[in-house]
């Protein structure tokens, strides 16, 4: 399990947004291969969703070898509503990239046999040959997708009831008006998510530091259900610094202690100069150098080059 501590949303999402770039140039995907991805929605994975279009205009990375599954969607809002998660994934991200809206799966809510809907998507992950990577938000009661407090920690794609807590969470988004929020939703299970070649989980913000502490320095619970990823032989929690207010200072001194590693999963070329100095970041990317310390070198390495020093 690793955790990648950034000191705000802006760093973490853009951290999340390079290792996705970084994981789906290495699988190199092909008309025959295509690289499969999970998603989800939110306000968590919306900056990361914002650089990856930035990535793919800047001709950094195509998506048309990619198929994605989303996590869930309502049960019963139109598809065309502006709260649902197609219209979510459509207007954020989908439209801005080259996906094939064919390799771009939601799960329908308002099919006529949502069991069959569930276990069809089931099938439609297993034939594209499971997924890569699964990217995930948690709620502050630890919910991933629409897993809430106490579901099964091997459950598959299902309906499920919402939690007060979450229908309450919710409810800004229509107006506050409780009437109008969907109280069923279709997820991917736990056990869906666990599946997953690998799993990285965004968590930012203070109103979910105690589910990150949950999540990793307590143990596996059901009714924490993000802490069931403790167990998948490849997990990442992202954060930012607010999130990690719970957590004990020697467990943020020993995983900080680590982020000259985690940065080379996102940067794998050593720094070499001014055009590796990332211009929102406090490091310069690929190695533990300050912005101030590459310049330096930089500039000294230049002033070598024209024979005005020596190092």
Known sequence: MKLVILEEYELASEWAAKYIRNKIIQFNPSADRYFTLGLPTGSTPYGCYQKLIEYYKNGDISFKYVKTFNMDEYVGLPRAHPESYHSYMWNNFFKHIDIEPANAHILDGNAEDLEAECQAYEQKISEAGGVELFVGGIGPDGHIAFNEPGS????????????????????????????????????????????????????????????????????????????????????????????????????????KGLMHVHNKLVDPE??????????????????????????????????????????
């Open 152 to 255: 099964s920690l091997v459950s598959r794609t299902r309906v499920k009831t919402l939690a007060k807590d979450t229908i309450l969470a919710n409810a800004r988004f229509f107006g506050n008006d409780l009437s109008k929020v969907p109280t069923m939703a279709l997820t991917v299970g736990v056990g869906t998510v666990m599946d997953a070649k690998e799993v990285m989980i965004l968590i930012t913000g203070a109103h979910k530091a105690f589910a990150l502490y949950k999540a990793i320095e307590e143990g596996v619970n059901h009714m924490w259900t993000v802490s069931a990823f403790q167990q998948h032989p490849r997990t990442i929690f992202v954060c930012d610094e607010d999130a990690t207010l719970e957590l004990r200072v020697k467990t943020v001194k020993y995983f």
């Open 270 to 311: 050593n720094c070499s100069g001014c055009e590796s100095v990332s211009v929102t970041s406090h490091l310069c990317a690929g190695c533990s150098f300050t912005h101030l310390t590459c310049l330096l070198i930089s500039f000294k390495s230049l002033m070598v080059c024209f024979g005005l020093s020596s190092l």
